[in-house]
């Protein structure tokens, strides 16, 4: 058998060299950053809002011994 010959002519990851360009662009729109910002953290209060409401029990919750009277009648029979 002969010996490994390239097929390519790629170079080794050790062997490369790396350079970075910087890019000039056009300054951001802080005026559509500040909006999309509001907008997240209006959506995000809102949904934190819906899951705590729900956890919570509503105004009219009555505990089901008192709503049946049970209460009452253990109470006059003690």
Do not use: C, T, V
């Given at each position: 058998m002969g010996s490994y010959v390239k097929k390519t002519d790629r170079r080794r990851y050790d062997e490369r060299s790396f350079c970075v360009r910087a890019m000039h662009r056009d300054p951001p729109d802080l005026n559509k950053l500040a909006e999309v910002l509001i907008r997240l953290t209006l959506q995000e209060t809102g949904?934190?809002?819906?899951?705590?409401?729900?956890?919570?029990?509503?105004?009219t919750y009555r505990p089901a011994a008192q709503a049946h009277g049970v209460g009452a009648v253990s109470e006059a029979a003690g």
């Open positions: 949904r934190s809002r819906a899951e705590r409401r729900a956890a919570e029990f509503p105004e």
